[in-house]
């Protein structure tokens, strides 16, 4: 549904972004929208949106250019920090729910340093204009995690891990990772008010797709922490686990889109030994 | 003072019991108004004498009784009742989406103390019907304080009319609203434009619906139909009009800039006022 409702003038902006469904974007926020300020990133490749939870987690939503109908961007990269709870009310202000036929088209607008981040949403002839206040953006933590650091590597079918996560035991501070070679295995353990609770998926079985381990890692990372990837890992297909030689823990959740474009949200843990120095 | 009156038709049930929760939204007590042809629920806001009601519903008996009695004081035929909206909003909620209920019986009676006798009339597995009362207990009022709850009379004239878009769009736009400001600008000009919009420290979002209907009454007014009038009001109670199963009624949104803003609902057999003030900064 092309915006027939234009304010500004677009040639002049430093970022210009317009996308049909505006749903797209919001359900991607909505899986790392844990804490309430983020961080946005534009590049020519799309919008990278990241939140962080102390120096421990972070999480990155990617949203990409080729998502859009229409993408432009001046600078290189443009950077702010933005309240993400109110970006995502205004995206929702038609309904988060498209209903067939209908879905709220998006125009996304900023101007660089110190201006407002505005939105038009449009949706059955109704037009809604947001101007969300931005502020300079600190640098975002650098986990230094890269790919040929990484030690250990699954692919698995997420509804494996949401099973399997939604009847951890909570009363567990932490949530340990145990992978071994042979056996090929994944285990989980927590240890809490009830005891211990292993639960064990083998390399073999038919949720792992891919199982690439070239030594026995143990890392435990805070369940606190953990939690705050539940809502990527209820809307993702496919989970990514990569382990690297610190036991930093990177954990990508493959999603498919409204619309069926394939985005990715991912997260970088802390272990906890490495809280403890 | 004798009232009895017998609702059957499931759809009427449904409607009458959604208003009570309306009303139950808006304030904790309201006063019941009978007279031979019309059931008339009232809420005041702030209680002053005299003051504009927040709300004003009145319902047509005859499309929503099937038996309809009453024997009222003075020649005016009128009963004036106070009574608990919460307690009675719970006493119904069920009611509102039940889709086995056969009928409902109002009475006026007199236990320890005047009350409403409801009667819920439901199926049973036994094939007969099983009844469960609910007496709410009212006050009578006595007819030196009737002038304080009769129907409003504009005392402004309105700077503009027009009917509101599609309610459940508007309800989805002023609840997400909700969580920016205790406060939302309604603003209304002739061209058929209805704005809604709120700001706080770290958003301004405004709403824009066109193309609306505008009222005729309005036609020979001189002024340029693109000015718009706007006032502020609260916000919960905007959202709280909105709530209701409205899909088939009209509602005309008149606005007295910086004033008031009147909503008026019409629908078979009912029609319903709400008078929101306007609220100043907070």
Known sequence: ?277 | MKFRGKIIEIGCIRQFTQLITDVSRLAKSCILRLNSNHVCLVVSDGGALGGTPGLWAELEQQHYFSEYSMEGVSEENQIFLELQTDKLAKTLSSLRSSQSTRSLKIKLTKKLSPCLTFEIELPSASGRSRLVLHDVPVSLIPRRLWAAHQEPRMSHQFDVSIYLPPIKTLRHVVDRMKTFSSRATLSGSRSGTLVVSVSNSEVAASTHFRNLTVPAWDADRNDDPETAYGTSVDIKKLSSFLQGDHNTAKVICNIVSGRLVHLFLMQEGITLQYFLPAVSAP
């Not at chain 1, 698995?156 to 891990?161: A, D, K, N, P, V």
């Not at chain 1, 949401?162 to 042979?182: C, G, N, Y």
Request: aromatic fraction near 8%.
């Open chain 1, 1 to 277: 549904m092309a915006l027939s409702y234009q304010k500004e003038d677009g040639s002049d902006l430093q970022l210009v972004a317009k996308i049909d469904n505006a749903n797209i974007v919001l359900h991607l926020l909505k899986t790392i929208s844990f804490r309430e300020t983020a961080t946005v990133c534009a590049s020519a490749n799309g919008l990278k949106v990241t939140v962080e939870e102390g120096k421990t987690l972070q999480a990155n939503a990617f949203i990409q250019a080729e998502f859009f109908q229409d993408y432009h961007i001046k600078e290189e990269v443009l950077t702010f920090k933005i309240n993400l709870w109110v970006l995502v009310e205004c995206l929702s202000i038609f309904g988060s729910r498209s209903s067939p036929g209908m879905s709220a088209a998006l125009k996304l607008m900023y101007n660089g340093h110190g201006s407002p981040l505005v939105l038009l949403l449009e949706e059955g002839g109704a037009v809604t204009d947001c101007k969300i206040v931005t502020r300079d953006a600190c640098e975002s933590l650098d986990f230094n995690f890269s790919s040929d650091r990484v030690v250990n590597k699954l692919i698995m079918r997420s509804e494996c891990l949401r099973e399997v996560f939604s009847e951890l035991d909570q009363s567990s501070a932490f949530l340990s990772f145990h992978i071994t070679t042979s056996p090929a295995n994944l285990r989980l353990s927590t240890s809490g008010n009830y005891g211990v609770v292993q639960t064990d998926i083998p390399g073999d079985s038919e949720m792992i797709e891919t199982f690439k381990c070239s030594s026995a890692t143990s890392h435990s990372y805070r369940m606190s922490l953990l939690h705050t990837t539940f809502k990527a890992l209820a809307a993702a297909q496919k989970v990514s686990l990569r382990v690297d030689e610190r036991g930093f823990m990177c954990l990508q959740f493959m999603i498919k889109a409204e619309g069926n474009e394939i985005a990715f949200v991912e997260f970088f843990c802390c272990p906890e030994e490495e809280l403890m120095d």
